[in-house]
């Protein structure tokens, strides 16, 4: 089969990951659709290491993979503290670092 | 270049031998009132108890090194009498070499002698004028500074030297006309008269830059070989000998520069008698005898000299016998005798020595005026307008006296030194011939009967007459002698104002001994005989004479001067000091201020204000632009990917065309 | 729009046998379910949405011979990293659902405009370059590194070994950054035993253990009132003092004095305030709330 | 004695010091300045030991270094002195400890504690040493920024004490306009490097390699300007020149006299070390637009410090009329002007320096700035007013006084390329003695007007110590400026005799006058 197909349906998974995170509110959504990005990516890497024939996409996927788990990690603990101070989960609310 | 070959080979060259013997200590001139100056400044207070000691020595050693080196010199043959000592090298930078160096010739060792002796009286007449002076210790530190400058500039072998010098005594000037600095009008005129000095000293340097583009050198044989051999294009020698004459206008008082001089005299009575009779303001003469070479290639030149001369003689004069301050009385005085010699030395080669003449008559004589003046101050507690004086001759005899003496010097008194050294002024100005010559003739004959009427008038008011201050009442007075310390300089230089003229001009002494210096001087055809010229000055000046006494002697004086209304548009005229000040404030202070306060406008709104403009458009723009981060992260995310879209867009049109 | 890009894409693409045939099951899927997830109201639907997205491209690995990958993309995503999301999403409050009302002014237009403009950029020119390109496939390297997983682990314990140790001290230091981030400093000296009950009896809360859902009767004591009918305005499941928005319970607050009793007897006091002792509950002194909380 | 690496043992002192005495615990603020004075006098024997190691008939650099330090741009650490550098560098170090006594107390009342000051001047240090060391022209820029932020420190935090907002606004003036400068003298940095790419094959910093290269005109006015703007800024010379008062107004006395003995140093070294040489005929080019700018700063700073009413304005202003004549110097491309300018460049720093500690001194007795608050003090203060005079009559160049010198080199080179210049720019003497005598009049003489100054002390013992060195200098090299001129002259002669100007010859030359340089 076409690789290719595989690179379309990234492209479209990243690109979805993208709408979501700019028109949601949720903090924890907005987050899910950043890892929705990151797969779409890794999707793509994995799909380049068959166009290529190694095994190097695949390895670089495992390390995104990696750093998306303690991104993921560190993210919930953020949004969990500023959930205790703030009482909402809302990326809106987060806005005081401005002019 | 052909021309500085030929200029060595011409007769005009010009050399110095080197020092050796004596001469060799002539830095010393220089250095023991140095010497004298730092002790006295640097010792402070400690130095308070003998501080007028050590400034009198210093003075004192250095008049008889000066003795050594005349006596030396006139040991010498006559045509080696210029003696030049290279002490070190001060300013090289390739092409420009100066070096500290001396000059001991003819010119400048009777200099030495008029600096270094008349500077010694003065010290020793200090020591009793400032006796209850706190300040006495810094006072003759000052003067110490002021005579080795003064002897910087005349010794000096090239004209930077003379530079140095030139605004070292317009500093010390500046310095003890200041003296009193708590009053603002002392503080003042020493602004005033550095100012002015400031304006003649821009001529000297720009002349001496003259010397250096031309020639590459400032030194004096250097430069007088060069304009003695004709070398020097005429339109530069011109200039550079104007721009000589300017310097030499400021620092003498002259034409336009001679306002600050009258107001010098807020400095105290001896400063005034050294430093504004004496030696200082006569520095100008100086400069025009010693560039002689310069001046005798360029008759413009020297008809401008003349012509201040002439004017400066009759502004001095009509001004002297409007005002009623004895002090300014003499320096108007001062002006128009500086006149006389400016006058003397613009003739050319038949007038350097007798410049130089009346210049040392005068040192003399004025010296000797001055300190009896303030013999006659201290003795009136300070008083100094001489419509408050009169009768003095009873209470001071020797004041009296001395006065009297130089009194008759400077009216030209037959056989006092003003007779001799002036009448053969005026002669020599009839005899330049033509129109020319008998305008100067006339003027320096009209300006030597003025002079004998305001220095009667002067005489008269402060000696003779009626007593116009009491012994009683609420400025009582009670004049006395002054002491010892203070007449005896007056003594002697009431001796030297006697017998100096008939010394030096009698069978041409100082002309044969500067000839060398200045140009030999051959006789001239006289448009009138001398005989019936020095008959002319007499009756001349006896007419001045007899309308003071007339005036003066023979009416009441007035104890408080008419007012302005009451007197000729001439009297108020001169009392305004002709207007010099007044054009002086209105040509350059007032304009002057009004740029500057402009100046001050337009470098805060404009410079700084297009600079600050610029910053606040800036932030202002900023401001508008910070509004755009709203804080909102979606806000940010969504200008991520259009960003990124743009980017991409732009790198797949780029790659994929 | 996805239908049509796909059938924009699928003239280009060469798909047989059963790969193709999975793909174009699992495909849709993944896309319904990442739209889903982004258009989903409830957060924790979205994040099943996402799980089903994330198994399907877990699928897709395994199609393009990346077991490996898919499976730790189970493992790590669907399951552990999911349920921490789930987790976080339960301990913030589920039905802390966002108004889908848009605040940002035409936030909503410009992403999307412009998310269909990056998929157009990312999906058209794309299909344009790998029309026909032949896969080189990692099967043969996956034999010869004897199996996917060897061959993966041969690549990043030797090429990206210092990688692979950076990328652990990241993981560790995750851990360690999310308990410091999410560990409050204590301000105050530790409470002891006594002053924990003390202020546990103060704040009024239930001292004994609270009744089973479904039981309406909140306490036994004759004393207590029982919950309206529904139990809305029970205590069940929650602390009194964010309970009661009736009049009973904004009468004891108005009063600092009498905030604690108010919720204590009296917080459920619900539609008749005057009658119940709650309405005097603001002026009642301490005393009093204390008296019926022992 | 080649082997002694003098710049860099004068570079690494200070930076120790800096980082020493702001590692001292905060309490230990006497022994800060301990440290720091001695750290200072240290350099100063050293900077004279280097001084009379310097053999200044040597073409070219010595004392080189050279390290690679990012080596695929070609920046190398290289340092070499000149006769410029040395002597700059020289009168860095003999400020410095004068600076270091005289702020004895004064930061006392700073924000930022006693030991940081300390620091901050020593940082100040390294940076002017390091800014006329360098001989790669990376490495310079780097040092001509570094020096600002230390100096930054020193008027926002240490400045007036009660004008919190002026000192904030003087400081960020003054830095913004320098990085502006600063920043378009890396363009032109950037520039040079690029040129250096394209015609010698590898890029360089190197000065010396750079000099080699001939850049044709177009290029060279661009690259001509960026720099040129940057030393303009730094100098200051009109019309960039709005900082300087605020600056100078608002620094405490020690900054004030390194800001002005020396920082702006670097514009003026900058004109002659780097404008001319790399870039001899944008040099030509622009030659008559300096001038006239040097010119207009001449007149415009002494008229605008005879309108000033705050005494350190005052000051700043002549500087910039001070300023107008080294640049003078340095463009009238000859040997007397260009080694007038740089002799100018140490006396400036040594009589403004002075003038600024005096005044200095005048205002931490009173608090004000004002001239009105004055009068008469000379009779309260005579030590403090003769000082004053002495530092003032060295600004308006007397003879004797060191300024004279420089001033009267700098005309009569001039002079002898351009005329009128020369003629005009003299006649700013007078408006120099009008405003040093003006302000010695207003503060010094008269009646002593206010009553709290009649309580006014005099010097103390250690303020007499901090000037007498100076005055001693000052005296000392207006009788005898041979030694300097003598470091300084070959260099200078051979920057402007690589770049095609030689002296104009005398038109009417006097025999053996050109010989005379042999008595020495």
Redesign the interface.
């Known amino acids: 089969m076409n690789p290719g197909n595989y690179l379309v349906l990234s492209g479209l998974l990243f690109a979805i990951g993208a709408v979501g995170v700019l028109v949601r509110r949720n903090a924890i959504v907005v987050f899910m659709c950043v890892e929705l990005m990151l797969n779409a990516v890794n999707l793509s890497l994995v799909t380049f290491s068959r166009i290529q024939g190694n095994l190097e996409g695949q390895v670089i996927a495992f390390f995104v993979m990696v750093v998306a788990a303690a991104e993921v990690v560190i993210g919930l603990a953020i949004i969990l503290t500023i959930f205790r101070t703030r009482r909402s989960a809302s990326v809106d609310d987060v806005n005081l670092l401005k002019y | 270049m052909t021309p500085a070959v030929a200029a060595g080979a011409e007769g005009g060259a010009v050399h110095y031998a080197a020092a050796s013997g004596a001469f060799s200590l002539s830095w010393l001139l220089i250095a023991l009132p140095l010497a004298g100056a730092a002790v006295l400044l640097l010792g402070g207070k400690r130095t308070d108890k003998f501080g007028h000691v050590v400034g009198t020595v210093a003075a004192l050693a250095s008049f008889v090194v000066g003795l050594v080196i005349f006596f030396t010199l006139v040991g010498r043959d006559g045509s080696d009498r210029a003696v030049s000592q290279h002490l070190f090298s001060w300013i090289p930078v390739n092409g420009f070499q100066v070096d500290a160096g001396l000059l001991v010739d003819q010119l400048s060792v009777v200099f030495v002698l008029l600096i270094t002796g008349v500077g010694t009286l003065i010290h020793i007449y200090s020591i009793g004028y400032m006796a209850h002076d706190p300040g006495r210790r810094k006072f003759f530190a000052y003067m110490n500074l002021f005579l080795a400058s003064m002897l910087l500039l005349v010794l000096g072998n090239n004209f930077l030297a003379l530079y140095a010098g030139w605004e070292l005594v317009g500093l010390s000037s500046f310095l003890l006309i200041k003296f009193w600095e708590y009053k603002p009008a002392a503080a003042t005129a020493a602004n005033k008269a550095f100012y002015m000095n400031r304006v003649g000293d821009v001529g000297l340097a720009i002349a001496i830059m003259f010397m250096f583009g031309t020639l590459g050198s400032t030194n004096y044989d250097h430069v007088f070989t060069a304009a003695a051999g004709g070398a020097i294009g005429h339109g530069t020698i011109t200039a550079i000998a104007l721009l000589l004459l300017l310097g030499a206008c400021g620092k003498s008082g002259q034409f336009p520069l001679q306002a600050w001089l009258p107001d010098a005299m807020e400095g105290p009575t001896p400063i005034s008698a050294l430093i504004h009779a004496a030696t200082m303001v006569t520095a100008g003469v100086y400069l025009i005898a010693r560039s002689a070479p310069v001046f005798n290639e360029t008759q413009a030149a020297r008809t401008v000299v003349v012509i201040i001369g002439a004017v400066t003689i009759l502004i001095g004069c009509v001004i002297g016998c409007a005002y009623d301050d004895i002090k300014k009385v003499l320096a108007y005085s001062t002006v128009s005798q500086i006149g006389y010699m400016f006058l003397a030395v613009g003739l050319g080669p038949a007038g350097y020595a007798l410049g130089i003449a009346h210049l040392l008559a005068h040192g003399f004589f004025k010296a000797g005026l001055f300190l009896g003046s303030g013999s006659v101050i201290h003795a009136m507690d300070d008083e100094q307008d001489m419509r408050r004086y009169g009768g003095l001759w009873k209470y001071m005899k020797v004041t009296w006296v001395t006065f009297g003496l130089g009194y008759l010097a400077i009216i030209g008194c037959p056989p006092f030194s003003g007779f001799f050294t002036k009448d053969k002024i005026i002669e020599t100005a009839f005899d330049k011939g033509g129109t020319s010559g008998y305008i100067l003739g006339i003027v320096a004959l009209l300006g030597a009967g003025i002079t004998a009427f305001y220095m009667t008038r002067l005489f008269l008011m402060t000696f003779h007459g009626k007593a116009r201050w009491s012994h009683e009442g609420a400025d009582a007075k009670h004049p006395h002698e002054s002491p010892t310390t203070m007449t005896g300089p007056m003594i002697l230089l009431a001796i030297g104002s006697v017998a100096a003229g008939a010394l030096f001009v009698v069978g041409g002494t100082l002309q044969d001994w500067l000839a060398p210096v200045v140009g030999e001087h051959g006789e001239a055809d006289h448009v009138l005989s001398p005989t019936v010229l020095t008959l002319l000055t007499l009756v001349v000046s006896a007419g001045g004479l007899a309308g003071a006494v007339l005036r003066y002697q023979l009416r009441p004086v007035d104890a408080v001067a008419k007012p302005d209304a009451a007197v000729s548009p001439l009297t108020v005229a001169a009392r305004h000091d002709l207007y010099a000040n007044t054009f002086n404030e209105a040509a350059f202070m007032i304009p002057g201020n009004y740029l500057v306060r402009f100046l001050v406008w337009f470098d805060k709104i404009i410079i700084d204000g297009l600079v600050g403009g610029t910053a606040a458009t800036i932030g202002g723009l900023s401001g508008r632009l910070r509004r755009t981060q709203t804080g909102y992260v979606r806000t940010y995310a969504l200008s991520m990917l259009g960003g990124t879209i743009l980017v991409v867009g732009a790198l797949l049109l780029v790659r994929a065309g | 729009m996805d239908p049509h890009l796909l059938a924009a894409a699928a003239p280009i693409t060469s798909t047989s046998g059963g790969e193709a045939l999975t793909f174009w099951i699992i495909a849709p899927i993944a896309v319904l379910g990442a739209l889903g997830m982004v258009l989903a109201k409830n957060a924790v639907h979205g994040a099943l949405l996402l799980v089903a997205n994330l198994f399907c491209v877990a699928v897709c690995y395994l199609l393009q011979d990346a077991p490996f990958l898919g499976f730790v993309q189970i493992v790590v995503y669907t399951g552990a990293i999911m349920v921490l999301f789930l987790f976080v999403l339960m301990l913030i409050g589920v039905d802390s659902t966002e108004s889908l009302v848009e605040t940002l002014r035409g936030q909503r237009l410009a992403a999307t405009v412009l998310g269909l403009g990056f998929a157009g950029l990312l999906v058209f020119p794309l299909g344009k370059v790998i029309k026909g390109q032949p896969a080189a496939g990692v099967a043969d390297v996956n034999k010869a590194g004897g199996g996917n997983i060897h061959a993966i682990a041969r690549l990043l314990f030797t090429d990206y070994v210092f990688a692979f140790e950076a990328v652990s001290a990241l993981l560790v230091i995750a851990a360690v950054g999310a308990m410091i981030l999410t560990h409050r400093e204590r301000t105050g000296p530790k409470p002891s035993q006594r002053e924990t009950l003390r202020r546990r009896i103060e704040s009024g809360a239930v001292l004994t253990p609270v009744p089973g859902p479904g039981v309406y009767a909140r306490a036994d004591s004759a004393d207590q009132r029982p919950a309206l009918p529904g139990g809305s305005n029970g205590l069940v499941g929650g602390a009194p003092s964010e309970l009661g928005p009736g009049g009973g319970a904004a009468g004891g607050r108005g009063d600092d004095a009498g905030a604690g009793d108010a919720g204590d007897g009296k917080a459920p006091s619900g539609p008749v305030p005057a009658t119940g002792p709650g309405a005097a509950g603001g002026a009642a002194p301490v005393g009093a709330g204390k008296g019926s909380g022992l | 004695m080649h082997t002694v690496p003098w710049l860099t043992i004068l570079l690494v002192i200070p930076v120790a010091g800096a980082i020493l005495v702001a590692l001292l615990p905060k309490r230990a603020s006497t022994l800060a300045k301990q440290v720091t004075l001695v750290l200072t006098l240290v350099e100063l024997v050293l900077a004279v030991l280097a001084t009379i190691a310097y053999e200044p008939d040597k073409p070219g650099f010595q004392f080189a270094q050279r390290y690679d330090w990012i080596k695929q741009f070609g920046v190398s650490y290289s340092v070499g002195a000149d006769g410029i550098s040395i002597v700059l560098i020289l009168l860095a170090s003999v400020l410095m400890p004068v600076v270091v006594l005289a702020s004895w107390h004064e930061a006392e009342e700073g924000k930022r504690g006693v030991g940081a000051f300390f620091s901050l001047l020593l940082a100040l240090q390294a940076g002017m040493v390091g800014v006329f060391a360098a001989t790669d022209v990376f490495l310079f820029y780097v040092f001509f920024e570094a020096m600002l932020i230390p100096m930054y420190f020193l008027i926002g935090s240490y400045g007036a004490p009660k004008e919190q907002t002026q000192r904030s606004y003087a400081a960020v003036k003054f830095l913004?306009?320098s990085l502006f400068g600063g920043l378009l003298m890396l363009a032109a940095v950037i520039g040079l490097y690029v040129v250096s790419v394209h015609q010698l094959g590898h890029g360089t910093f190197d000065f010396a390699a750079l000099r080699q290269m001939h850049i044709d005109e177009d290029t060279q006015k661009w690259l001509f300007l960026g720099f040129f703007i940057a030393f303009a800024i730094k100098a200051p010379l009109f019309?960039f020149?709005?900082w300087l008062p605020d600056a100078g107004a608002q620094s405490p006395t020690g900054g004030a006299v390194l800001l002005v003995g020396v920082l702006d140093k670097v514009g003026t070294f900058g004109l002659l070390r780097y404008c001319i040489p790399l870039f001899p005929d944008a040099a030509d080019y622009f030659a008559p637009l300096v001038l006239a700018l040097a010119v207009i700063g001449i007149f415009?700073g002494a008229?605008?410090a005879?309108?000033?009413r705050d005494m350190k304005r005052l000051v700043s202003y002549t500087s910039l009329a001070h300023f107008g004549f080294i640049a003078l110097g340095c463009f009238a491309f000859t040997?007397?002007a260009g080694?007038?300018a740089v002799l100018y460049m140490v006396n400036h720093g040594l009589s403004t320096g002075l003038l600024f500690l005096v005044v200095g001194f005048l205002v931490a007795r009173r608090g004000s700035r004002d001239v009105d608050a004055y009068g008469?003090m000379?009779?309260v203060t005579p030590?403090l007013a003769?000082v004053f005079l002495i530092a003032g009559?060295s600004s308006l160049a007397?003879?004797?006084l060191n300024s004279?010198?420089s001033e009267?080199?700098v005309?009569?080179?001039t002079?002898?390329e351009y005329?009128a210049l020369?003629?005009v720019a003299?006649?700013g003497?007078?408006l120099a003695?009008?405003y040093v005598?003006?302000l010695y009049?207003r503060t010094?003489?008269?009646?002593?007007v206010h009553e709290e100054n009649k309580l006014v002390a005099d010097l103390s013992l250690r303020e007499k110590l901090v000037v007498a060195p100076v005055v001693a200098l000052i005296v000392a090299l207006g009788?005898?400026?041979?030694p300097l001129?003598?470091i300084i002259?070959p260099t200078v002669?051979a920057t402007f005799t690589d770049v095609g100007h030689h002296?104009p010859?005398?038109?009417?030359?006097?025999?053996?006058?050109?010989t005379?340089?042999g008595?020495?």
């Open positions: 913004l306009y019309p020149h709005t415009y008229l605008l005879i309108g000033q040997s007397q080694t007038g008469g000379a009779k030590v003769g009559l007397l003879p004797g004279f010198v009267f080199l005309l009569v080179g002079f002898t005329k020369a003629i003299t006649c003497i007078v003695a009008i005598l003006h009049k010094m003489t008269g009646p002593v009788v005898y400026p041979k001129i003598d002259r002669t002296d010859a005398p038109s009417v030359p006097v025999a053996g006058v050109t005379t340089g008595h020495s």
